[in-house]
């Protein structure tokens, strides 16, 4: 008889044992002669030493998975016992350089454009980023990941997700429900980021705990963000007063991304974008990064590239012919003096 005392001191035992201890269960199956005995960050393993050596390598390979992927799910766990060399080879294959976290299912979620991989470079040196730049380029969607991939990694203790609830056209008053229900559309882009890179199980569970949490700029008012991942979307919003009150709520161990779009502010038209300022204020603090993407990042529909570059041309021309007048006026003024 030979026993085999394991210590799980690299990854959540949970997140080893599977959702109600499906992956534990699977390994027991194939191993019917192993007893195997879990208790907190230990299992032992009791039976024939050959059958208690090829359990423990199998585990210690789900462990791999796990400190490589952040991810361990059924399906992963029956392809292992399967076939060990098949699977080390797979894996290895996905995990390159370019992945930022894995999602739902193992999905690898990859930088895809070069701003994008810039992002990710920059995060890694700077505990502030102000990544800038138009709709469809995947700024919001890498920050979250990002942050997922933090969490995971137990860099942070938690992930705070928060945009300025400003009526883009809409009328927020009007909206039916409650006050959650009147601001969850505004925050609708996070969550849908959420869904697509946690377990359904898991995301339910971080955001009953509020180890994740969504919510409107205003609720950031008073606190103290620590130990945290922090993303303020849709930054463009914000006036000088809310970015500046949001900025310094961050503690000693806070990271941050400001994501904004300067071509779509929503202020009433008496209200500046605070994020103007901010980007000129604080560009030359160490640990503060700018990153500014373009038309070339856009990673939706093909069109959307060819969208923003018509309505910045457009843009373009009507701020020239805007200034070709006042140039005209002061002229004609000049003269008339």
């Not at 269960?25 to 019917?32: F, M």
């Not at 701003?115 to 890498?142: C, H, R, W």
């Amino acid at each position: 008889m030979s026993e085999i005392v394991l210590t799980i001191d690299a990854v959540d035992p949970s997140d080893l044992y599977g959702q109600n201890n499906q992956n534990l269960d699977l390994i027991k199956e194939a191993y019917p002669e192993v007893i195997f005995t879990g208790r907190g960050n230990q299992i032992k393993l009791k039976g024939e030493k050959k059958y208690t050596q090829k359990a423990k390598e199998k585990i210690e390979l789900m462990v791999r998975i796990l400190k490589e992927k952040h991810d361990l799910n059924k399906q992963s766990v029956i392809d292992l016992l399967k076939n060990n060399h098949a699977f080390e080879n797979k894996i290895s294959k996905t995990n390159n350089s370019s992945t930022i976290v894995f999602g739902r299912g193992g999905k690898p979620i990859k930088a895809k454009t070069k701003n994008q991989k810039q992002l990710v470079e920059m995060s890694e040196k700077n505990d502030v980023i102000f990544a800038v730049g138009p709709a469809g380029t995947g700024k919001t969607y890498v920050a979250v990941a990002l942050a997922v991939k933090a969490l995971k990694s137990k860099l942070v203790k938690k992930i705070i997700l928060t945009r300025p609830a400003v009526e883009a056209g809409e009328s927020l008053g009007f909206l039916p429900g409650d006050l959650n229900d009147k601001v969850d559309p505004y925050l609708r882009p996070l969550y849908d980021a959420l869904d697509d890179l946690l377990p359904s199980e898991k995301l339910n569970y971080f955001m009953s705990t509020r180890i994740i949490e969504v919510a409107p700029l205003a609720f950031m008012r008073g606190r103290t963000l620590d130990n945290a991942f922090i993303i303020l979307d849709e930054s463009q919003n914000c006036t000088t007063t809310q970015l500046k009150m949001f900025l310094t709520r961050l503690g000693p161990s806070a990271k941050c991304i400001i994501t904004g779009d300067l071509s779509q502010i929503d202020l009433p038209g008496h209200q500046k974008s605070g994020l103007y300022r901010a980007l000129d204020i604080l560009k030359n603090i160490k640990g503060i990064g700018q990153l500014f993407l373009t038309a070339d990042d856009v990673v939706r529909h093909r069109l959307v590239k060819e969208i923003i570059i018509k309505y910045d041309e457009s843009d373009k021309a009507r701020t020239e012919e805007r200034n070709r007048r006042f140039d005209n006026k002061n002229n004609r003024d000049t003269l008339k003096t």
